[in-house]
């Protein structure tokens, strides 16, 4: 723990002490049998995970949250492996003219469902890369404040000290990294941890008349280091800064609930003269979903990347190899990748059944992900569900083709 | 002459006024447009908060219970945060009519930490589990449908109107046609029931428990059936306070993430 984030729960935690507040709590246990269908026929007990969220408030002017995540991994073997992770710590401080909020925080941006190319202030666990993005997301120390000027919002961020990312074992499940496993790495060269590595970012949103849209701006990091290549070794891994300017909105189209997002990635190799580091590109999403009267939802998406400033077809080659290191996570598995919900809830019953697929175009790859989940009563409910994964080796979800899952998972709210 | 015309006109539109008031008191004569005007029209305070307990029942009589906070200010605009059981804790739901018609919408759902739009297509699709739809929230537009009167009837204690709302051509309605049973003496629609697109009966709201709060007749039972689900969502509305001086900038997307005391 860092010493602001620790600063951030002692105050906390005097604040709890002092008279006048009123403690909250909340949270989830979750555990989990995930088993490998087709590696060996693995059954990895993950007690995943139990989470508390403690919450307070004095009067109506400030409040503040702490949500810590304990995870118990491996319970069948012999050791037990057991990791905590404080996703948020933060104070809220409420105004007439705005809020305010300081502290270890997940700050959401994008008004796309689960793709977004202009949410980049977090950093993500990619350990497991096919968990929802609001899981994947880590806290980060920030100033965060919301102005509200009119029907106008005005969001500014001012994240102080870098802090990267979680990413998978070159060996792991799920490496997704352009290294084969075993391949000898540097440790990586994190920026300096003091106010030269701030990050900062902008936005405006306008809510209302049928049409909800924003404009952001942010300058910050790549959240996956770039290698610094001599020869064929790797003699540093690095972390790059990036520029990114994005557009997003929610409206009715046509009878349709339509989101689109689309940001610009300013990269290091602002004139694309740079072969080790990617071009600057372009990120886009737009999705469109109908709910029939029958409880069925049908959704449909398109999600790329296009790469901008290619010279020639060696360099477009080339650049096919750099993958993108900020933006949807979705481009790092696909440049362009077709999406479809299939939802049909049976709420009598309590059920409800999904089933995302993703087709990865450019490189013929696919993954489906059914799941039905029951809840009994209020606070329970019971998941199970598939990840499979099919397609050419030339694709990334192709790769992990032997890696198909089957898990159950048991939530209980309280 | 032509201030003898005008008297004539003037003396002619004062009979006319006078008859309808006199049809007006009797009853009989109010048309179907009449009496949904009046309900239109009829006093409704200026704001009301209360904490709503919706229960949510399926036809073997299991319940799923969701607490609520609901502040509206008119029929125009409405802000509720769920405060019970654990899994829907800290979502929220906010609604403004404008003056065209035309509404937003938007639920805020703490898994994702964002505020979701909810699209005109996704109107039709159940609130929060329950059996309303987001536009049964809305109120109907008046000049949006037809109206013809029905024969009076008495539901339960409440002697009503009867009138059948048809959307006209073009308005883009959830039912092709509503029966309203109205109280005569406070013009609430204690009960309506809601046609599919088959004709068939989909829905059935009731209100009961009326009472005179700070001179509104206000409903503390509403029930929504869905009778071809055989579901329904009872709401009890508790500690109903009228007319606080809620602060207009409540209802505002803002609010979505913390809930008002």
């Given at each position: 723990?860092?010493?602001?984030?620790?600063?951030?729960?002692?105050?906390?935690?005097?604040?709890?002490?002092?008279?006048?507040?009123a403690?909250g709590?909340?949270g989830?246990?979750?555990p989990?049998?995930?088993s490998y269908?087709?590696?060996d026929?693995?059954?990895?007990?993950?007690?995943d995970?139990?989470r508390?969220?403690?919450?307070?408030?004095?009067?109506?002017d400030i409040?503040w949250?702490v949500?810590?995540?304990?995870?118990?991994d491996?319970?069948?073997?012999?050791?037990?492996?057991a990791?905590?992770?404080i996703?948020?710590?933060y104070?809220?401080y409420?105004?007439?003219?705005?809020?305010?909020?300081?502290?270890?925080?997940i700050?959401?941006?994008?008004?796309?469902?689960?793709n977004n190319?202009?949410?980049?202030?977090?950093?993500?666990?990619f350990?497991?890369?096919f968990?929802?993005?609001?899981?994947?997301?880590l806290?980060?120390l920030?100033?965060?404040?919301?102005?509200?000027?009119g029907?106008w919002?005005?969001?500014?961020v001012w994240?102080?000290?870098f802090?990267?990312s979680v990413?998978?074992?070159?060996?792991?499940?799920?490496?997704?990294?352009?290294f084969?496993p075993?391949?000898p790495?540097?440790?990586?060269t994190?920026p300096?941890?003091d106010?030269s590595?701030?990050?900062?970012g902008?936005?405006a949103?306008k809510?209302?008349?049928?049409f909800?849209?924003?404009l952001s701006?942010?300058?910050g990091?790549?959240?996956?280091?770039?290698?610094v290549?001599s020869?064929p070794?790797?003699?540093?891994?690095?972390?790059?800064?990036?520029?990114?300017?994005?557009?997003?909105?929610?409206?009715?189209?046509?009878?349709?609930?339509?989101?689109g997002?689309t940001a610009?990635?300013?990269?290091?190799d602002?004139?694309?003269?740079?072969?080790?580091?990617?071009?600057?590109y372009?990120?886009?999403?737009l999705?469109s979903?109908?709910?029939?009267?029958?409880?069925?939802?049908?959704g449909?998406?398109h999600?790329?990347?296009t790469?901008?400033?290619?010279?020639?077809?060696t360099?477009?080659?080339?650049?096919?190899?750099?993958?993108?290191?900020?933006g949807?996570?979705l481009?790092?598995?696909?440049?362009?990748?077709?999406l479809?919900?299939?939802?049909?809830?049976?709420?009598d019953?309590?059920?409800?059944?999904?089933?995302?697929?993703?087709?990865?175009?450019?490189?013929?790859?696919m993954?489906?992900?059914?799941?039905?989940?029951?809840?009994?009563?209020?606070n329970?409910?019971?998941?199970?569900?598939?990840?499979?994964f099919?397609?050419?080796?030339?694709s990334?979800?192709?790769?992990?083709?032997?890696?198909?899952?089957?898990?159950?998972?048991?939530?209980?709210?309280f | 002459?032509?201030?003898?015309l005008?008297?004539?006109v003037?003396?002619l539109?004062?009979?006319?006024?006078?008859?309808?008031?006199?049809?007006?008191?009797?009853g009989?004569?109010?048309?179907?447009l009449?009496?949904m005007?009046?309900?239109d029209e009829?006093?409704?305070?200026?704001?009301?908060?209360?904490?709503?307990s919706?229960?949510l029942?399926?036809?073997?009589?299991?319940?799923?219970?969701?607490?609520?906070?609901?502040?509206r200010?008119?029929?125009?605009k409405?802000?509720?945060?769920?405060?019970?059981p654990?899994?829907?804790?800290?979502?929220?739901f906010l609604?403004?009519?404008?003056?065209?018609g035309s509404?937003?919408?938007?639920?805020?759902?703490?898994?994702?930490?964002?505020?979701?739009?909810?699209?005109?297509?996704?109107?039709?699709?159940?609130?929060?589990?329950?059996?309303?739809t987001y536009?049964d929230?809305?109120?109907?537009r008046?000049?949006?449908?037809?109206?013809r009167?029905?024969?009076d009837e008495?539901?339960?204690s409440?002697?009503c109107?009867?009138?059948?709302?048809?959307?006209?051509?073009g308005?883009n309605?959830?039912?092709t046609?509503?029966?309203?049973w109205v109280?005569?003496d406070?013009?609430?629609?204690?009960?309506?029931?809601?046609?599919d697109?088959l004709?068939?009966?989909?829905?059935?709201?009731?209100?009961?428990?009326?009472?005179?709060?700070?001179?509104?007749?206000?409903?503390?039972i509403?029930?929504m059936?869905?009778?071809?689900?055989?579901?329904?969502t009872?709401?009890v509305?508790?500690?109903?306070?009228?007319?606080?001086?809620?602060d207009?900038g409540?209802?505002d997307?803002?609010?979505?993430k913390?809930i008002?005391?």
């Open positions: 723990m860092n010493r602001p984030v620790a600063f951030i729960l002692l105050m906390i935690f005097w604040l709890a002490a002092a008279p006048g507040w403690i709590y909340r989830f246990l979750q989990m049998v995930k269908t087709s590696k026929g693995i059954v990895p007990f993950k007690f995970a139990l508390l969220e403690i919450t307070s408030s004095y009067g109506y409040s949250l949500r810590n995540d304990i995870y118990l491996n319970l069948t073997e012999e050791r037990l492996t990791r905590h992770e996703r948020e710590a104070v809220d409420y105004t007439p003219a705005g809020d305010f909020r300081v502290g270890e925080q700050i959401s941006w994008g008004m796309a469902d689960e190319p202009t949410d980049n202030i977090n950093p993500e666990d350990s497991d890369p968990v929802e993005k609001s899981e994947r997301k806290g980060v920030a100033l965060k404040s919301d102005i509200y000027l029907n919002l005005l969001e500014g994240v102080p000290y802090k990267a990413l998978p074992d070159l060996s792991g499940d799920y490496s997704f990294m352009p084969p075993g391949t790495l540097p440790s990586t994190e300096p941890q106010p590595s701030s990050q900062f902008l936005r949103v809510r209302g008349q049928g909800d849209w924003s701006y942010y300058s990091y790549e959240k996956i280091f770039t290698p290549m020869g070794l790797v003699t540093k891994l690095i972390y790059n800064r990036i520029r990114i300017a994005g557009a997003d909105f929610a409206s009715d189209f046509f009878g349709l609930d339509t989101r997002e610009y990635f300013i990269t290091e602002e004139d694309g003269s740079d072969p080790e580091i990617k071009n600057p372009f990120q886009y999403v999705e979903s109908y709910t029939f009267e029958n409880d069925f939802k049908l449909l998406a999600a790329g990347e790469t901008v400033m290619i010279d020639d077809q360099e477009a080659e080339q650049e096919k190899l750099i993958f993108p290191r900020a949807m996570q481009c790092m598995f696909s440049t362009n990748a077709w479809l919900i299939l939802e049909k809830e049976f709420p019953q309590y059920i409800s059944i999904r089933s995302p697929v993703i087709h990865d175009a450019a490189n013929d790859g993954l489906v992900r059914p799941e039905a989940s029951w809840s009994p009563q209020d329970l409910t019971y998941y199970i569900g598939l990840v499979l099919s397609g050419s080796g030339d990334m979800l192709g790769s992990f083709s032997d890696m198909d899952q089957a898990y159950f998972k048991i939530r209980y709210s | 002459m032509k201030r003898r005008r008297v004539s003037f003396v539109v004062f009979l006319l006024s006078l008859s309808a008031l006199a049809a007006a008191e009797k009989g004569e109010l048309s179907g009449d009496i005007v009046g309900v009829r006093p409704i305070p200026e704001d009301m908060r209360s904490e709503m919706m229960d029942i399926n036809k073997r009589g299991e319940t799923r219970h969701r607490g609520v906070r609901v502040f200010q008119g029929d125009e409405q802000i509720m945060w769920f405060l019970d654990a899994d829907v804790k800290g979502s929220s609604r403004i009519e404008h003056e065209d509404s937003d919408m938007w639920l805020y759902l703490p898994a994702f930490d964002k505020i979701r739009r909810i699209v005109a297509s996704a109107k039709k699709e159940n609130f929060m589990g329950s059996d309303f536009d929230m809305s109120t109907r008046i000049e949006d449908y037809t109206y009167r029905l024969k008495a539901w339960g409440f002697e109107y009867v009138v059948e709302s048809l959307p006209k051509k308005v309605a959830e039912y046609r509503v029966l309203s109280w005569k406070s013009l609430i629609p204690v009960k309506e029931e809601y046609y697109n004709g068939e009966l989909k829905k059935i709201r009731r209100l009961s428990e009326i009472e005179k709060i700070k001179g509104y007749w206000t409903a503390q509403m029930t059936e869905d009778v071809q689900k055989e579901h329904r009872e709401i509305f508790k500690d109903i306070e009228i007319d606080t001086g809620i207009d409540v209802f997307t803002r609010y979505l913390r008002v005391e």
